[in-house]
């Protein structure tokens, strides 16, 4: 049995998916007629209490789109230096934007309110001007770590004041609201755009969604156009998006408290120094300082567990979709039987 | 009874096709592992003789990905006035690659060694340095009108000559292929890169192919993920590409007997001033000069009949896996009974 | 005798205007205290009835700052095909603002309200947002043509219609004004931006003033930073522009006059096809079609006369303050003789 | 009496520096023949044991133009957080290059090779490819301090390992070269280019030499070019630069004894907490939290000393050729008298 913990990316579409996605009534995208896309990006833009939506291949795509058309050259971003738009996105920020970053060095990879009024740049020609916020929750390189709707708010209201935009990468934003209780409802308005993802938690095979003001998304489709985002009878991805949204969101609670549990486990083996607190699905643990995480990883894959490397002694866990207590199980007893062997 | 012939786009995939898509084993084509993409990938570049594919959204990221990757800033693309990589693309060669182009003025938007050879740059700092030629097959712009092998191949000697690249646009390549009855092998050679469109004539949902040297895809694959065009579980669509490589290239000779008859019908109308010579499935007429194209296209669109504005004066037909000869016999009628009115 | 009609950009500083620029009183430019730029950049301001000015160094740099601060990545760029932003500043249209261009086929490189309007992008997201003209004044690759105020006046109503912005690059705009005379102050209104060149015929060594808005230039002088024209103590050369723009000016009907003896002159050689108008200091001809401009360029030189080529069988001179009248003579006894020798 | 401390960029041409500009022979140096600019360019290879040379307006063009040649779009450049081209040139990295930074978190602004192998990313698509290392020496940001040869060497070695080029910005390298006693000669082999500059410590009105290998600097004359920096009669200028090669390179040392002594007198002052260690001509001092260094500094305006902010409580004093004895002693006083009124 192997057990697949490398990202939530991996879910495959259940059959009830792949039904949806079969029966999907599909035209063209491009020619703005595709029913089961326009009834996505209607439902999610209701969802978040926004005005509209827009459905792309990636999370990478949606937060690229949104901090170009948020942003002009020689502007500059705020993340925080463990943000998956500047760790992870292929330097897209400087390519697709010709924006720069103000790195903040956040708990976790949270941003404050303190934190970005201290990186907002002043009037000089010497630098770049300050127009973007980002966010990301959870935060994924953060151990799956989440912001609450007041901590949020107090971000906006910086933001307000320096008349900056605020963008959320909401990736595994579903994956914060679940365990906060908070609703898609009351982040619309703190923000002026949110990227979600369809193809991690939520198992669909492809798909994020970027939500904004009209006039943003008409803009950011056409930004879509001339990346080649395009796509024509979009539909069947449409329609596992809409089952996704309908089925899949609350069963979440059960990658968390999976997660939890790993993170029990893991935290009990010898080789590891500590792990992250696992607030999600999401499990980043240390090992000791003489063991890599490119060897433990290998080790890993031996016994049929997938997991990443996180950093030169990190290595992260990921619940999902298609992780199942039959797998749990399983899991635990590898894990007992022990990952390192000692002579 | 509604007839569609705005592109051949719109085409939707055939209960075999969803069939196929169905069943399509999947993977994180991200992580390099779905399987159904790399069978498409591999499949494609063996069909051309090249070493490697990438599976891409659309024909307009396949080709932006081709021009970013064979040049970098400053350097110049030449290429027809009429050719989709100059106008129909958002602009992307300058958004993307930050490329000059040098318009050719071919006749139906081809180019010749000669016309290729005018517009090379001289080595000068006041201009841009020539680096890569871009040739469509078919020419959309041009009425789907195409180059045959021998022409190709003049123009790939002046390319060595000079040191340039030479990438081939063949959203409708197999449009060129089932007329000349040439093969995709003997086009591998002549070309540094290759763009096919799945999604056009060969009916998929969504999809094109970017074809060249191991290292070039590499490079391509490494922009399409930052221009967030990294897909998760694509292989169903990847399954749709299959099914249409092995069933929906051979039947394109009806579309283009279906074009031509088309192009009989349309030629007998008062109002039509002239019609492009129908070559393949692309028929495009030039109205009288007191009917402006986009009046036309609405009461086209009054009879049901579908089709798009391509200048002032012109409008496009294109006939595809979805206009059947019942369709035809439809058109016929209503092309009889007369479009416009006459008081 | 050398006589050196390459470009009128070959001056080199009078000794008057040497000794303004050895007596400048200089600051730190990058700081905002040179007060000898601050006053160049004030009254040519003035001069326009505009706002603000940036003095730079070159009027590649004043076209480019303009074209990128009008502009951002994907909007589109009407201008002529001849026009000098488009040939001769190294693709920078594409490089710096990611724009592209949409070519104009004036007469003698010159727009027409017409023109401009046929090339106005529809609002589609296959295509760039137009946003902004580009006039040239006087017309260079036209053979130093120039516009009337009511003709600019015309194109500017279709700006107007339109919410385009107009940029004039003016580095000959001094030697339309000395023939239509009109003023300095009749094109401030008409204009988003106005570029004009110090170091061609106003013959200093370097320097270039874009004026505008306040707000405009400001950005622009943010821009001109990051691309590394910010400079120190630019003072010595803006006492040059100073004392160019109280002297230079009026001179400039002796370099028109020389021009046009010389077109006179070179029309009568048997090799030479025919002469573009000459209305300003620029001569442009066509030379028989077997013999390439190359060629007589390097005949020409071998005679001592400087010139360049300006296509296949074109040749341009051009007039300018250090042309003197006895050049001229000489110029005229070695055209007597014959460039090209027969046998 | 105004003691002007803000900068050594705001040094003025000596009267012997005027007397050179004022007799420099000119030419046109975007035609490439301006004798005084190419003996400079040559003379400044030379110096370096370095292939060719390009005259620029400024150290931020030097810098981005070597950045820009180096990489292309999606690469990563490694430098420190507190290094110049990252803080100072106005995001261009982002803009002009299209490239992502990884900052390095050194001692006082400088990289070691173990920091620079650090921050080597994986060959992964997720990731910008690192292509470029950037020194500054001596730091700005770090209070002048300097690197050694051997500490350089030691960083090539990294370089060298993973085929990544190293770039100085050298601003103020004869300031650290007189400190160490070691030569030009010696960095040339440790660098792809090096960039210094004649406006700060060497008095120079106007201009910075890019240095490298010769094809390097053609494509660097290129985009110098599309970035507006090519200039005309340049001479002048070049002319100061040669007088500065020649007679202001020795003199720095007493800039470093006087900043040395300003050292002293400011560390006894009660508000200032502490000095950053006086290596060359820069001093870098932190104030008691109760006091902005936005407040001081307009303190010491008040008493006749300009001085910059270097950070929220932090102040930069910069000695240069027209800092004198005399003001020395002026300065002295005034700092004994006290900045901060006491009540
Ligand atoms: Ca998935
Ligand atoms: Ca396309
Ligand atoms: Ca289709
Ligand atoms: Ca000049
Ligand atoms: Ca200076
Ligand atoms: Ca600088």
């Known amino acids: 049995m192997l057990i697949d913990l490398r990202s939530d990316t991996v879910t495959k579409p259940t059959p009830a998916m792949r039904e949806a996605m079969f029966n999907a009534e599909v035209g063209d995208d491009v ?6 896309v326009l009834a996505l990006e209607e439902k999610t ?3 978040f209490g926004m005005e509209a939506a827009l459905f792309c291949t990636s999370g990478t795509l949606t937060n690229q789109l949104a901090i170009r058309t948020h942003t002009r050259p020689g502007d500059d971003v705020i993340c925080d230096q463990l943000s998956h738009v500047y760790l992870y996105e292929g330097g897209g920020i400087a390519v697709n934007a010709l924006a720069s970053v103000s790195l903040v060095q956040g708990e976790r ?6 934190l970005v009024r201290e990186h907002i740049q002043p009037d000089d020609i010497h630098k770049p001007i300050t127009r973007l916020v980002c966010l990301e929750n959870t935060v994924n390189k953060g151990g799956g770590c989440y912001y609450t709707v007041p901590e949020i708010a107090a971000i906006r209201q910086v933001c307000d004041e320096y008349g900056l935009k605020l963008h959320l990468d909401g990736a595994r934003l579903f994956n914060a609201l679940i365990e906060t209780g908070e609703t898609p409802e009351s982040y619309g308005p703190l923000f002026d755009s949110i990227s979600i993802c369809l193809s991690k938690g939520l198992g669909c095979p492809v798909g994020s969604l970027l939500v904004g003001k009209t006039d943003f998304i008409k803009q950011a489709r056409r930004f879509r156009k001339l990346m080649g985002g395009g796509w024509r009878q979009a539909g069947s991805l449409a329609a596992a998006g809409i089952y996704a949204l309908d089925h899949h969101i609350n069963r979440l609670k059960l990658d968390h408290s999976r997660a939890r549990k790993i993170g ?5 083996l010898p080789e590891v120094k500590a792990v992250f607190p696992v607030e999600t699905n999401i499990v980043i643990f240390q090992l000791s300082e003489n063991i890599l995480a490119t060897d433990y990883v290998e080790l890993l894959a031996q016994k049929g567990i997938l997991a990443v490397t996180f950093g030169k002694h990190l290595v992260r866990f990921v619940t999902h979709l298609d992780f199942t207590d039959e797998q749990l199980l ?3 007893e590898k894990l007992k039987e022990g990952i390192v062997s000692r002579s």
Chains 1, 2, 3, 4 share one sequence.
Do not use: C, H, N, V
């Open 330 to 332: 399983s899991l635990e």
């Open 45 to 47: 833009a209701r969802l």
């Open 31 to 36: 020619l703005g007629d595709d029913p089961t």
């Open 264 to 268: 029990q486990l893991i935290g009990q």
């Open 109 to 114: 990879g949270k941003l404050t309110p303190e």
